[in-house]
């Protein structure tokens, strides 16, 4: 219901921006990334759903390697921002370089990455995924389980990033307690910055080092990407840019000398 809202509204701004001649350039910025952004949300749901439907019925239920599989086959036919193998095993090198334990995804879309990265977490490992919207969240929840992970596992948490952000540190178990080693960010890109603030002043990172990565999956400006950059740049004491990574950037936090 509240995305078909933002789909109808959406198409109003032009008239706003008609109205408005100082700050123009500023509005129509804003309009192109409410569009954007309107467009990936509906259209993800869709995606979700199918891709759900075809995975679900299609893999061998407890194997993850069928799951993974599947999604590909999937994607080969029906190209989804969601399901990009290239990206997939940039991401898999990654985890694999970072053995991290507690990681912490923005953005669950499918459920193709939240399995991808538990299949590298060691046997204590936790994921904890962020998915905003319900029915997205409950979907990817059953392709996780499909692919045979268990609850102590995973857990999906079903709100925007930046309420679970406020009371995380409830659901880092003892295990945790160090905080994040990983998180992944590929909700909102207009959230990758004011997210990872609130993850520093929350001290939900893990302070002898975490990486976070945000996807890129910008054809364009990157504007959100480039304040990101900038934040690094000036705060060099603890963040600095880690590998250079096609699809990827990534920032690497550390507060221990
Ligand atoms: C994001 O990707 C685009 C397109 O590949 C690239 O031009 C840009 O430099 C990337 N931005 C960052 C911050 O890595």
Not at 65 to 85: C, G, H, M, R, W
Not at 151 to 164: E, K
Request: charge should be neutral; charged fraction near 20%.
């Amino acid at each position: 219901m509240n995305m078909w809202l933002l789909a109808v509204s959406v198409p109003l701004l032009p008239a706003i921006i008609m109205l408005s001649t100082r700050c123009r350039h500023r509005v129509s910025s804003l309009y192109h990334k409410a569009l954007a952004w309107a467009r990936k949300m509906v259209g993800g749901k869709v995606c979700v759903r199918r891709t759900h439907a075809f995975v679900f019925t299609q893999c061998t239920h407890g194997k993850v390697d069928s799951v993974l599989e599947t999604f590909d086959l999937y994607a080969a036919k029906n190209p989804s921002l969601a399901i990009d193998q290239d990206m997939g095993k940039i991401l898999d090198e990654a985890v694999m370089r970072l053995h991290p334990s507690s990681v912490l995804e923005l953005g669950m879309h499918c459920g193709y990455s939240s399995v991808r990265m538990l299949r590298l977490l060691p046997p204590t490992g936790k994921l904890i995924t962020v998915e905003m919207d319900p029915l997205t969240a409950d979907l990817g929840e059953e392709i996780i389980l499909v692919s045979g992970f268990k609850h102590h596992q995973f857990q999906v948490l079903t709100s925007s990033s930046a309420n679970i952000i406020r009371t995380l540190h409830l659901f880092l178990d003892q295990n945790c307690r160090k905080g994040l080693d990983l998180v992944l960010m590929d909700h909102d890109p207009q959230q990758y910055l004011p997210d990872l603030l609130a993850l520093q002043k929350e001290e939900l990172l893990c302070s002898s080092g975490c990486s976070i990565l945000f996807i890129n999956r910008t054809r364009g400006s990157d504007e959100d990407l480039r304040e990101v950059l900038a934040h690094v740049t000036l705060n060099p004491k603890y963040l600095s840019i880690g590998k250079h990574l096609p699809f990827i950037l990534e920032v690497l936090y550390k507060k221990d000398d």
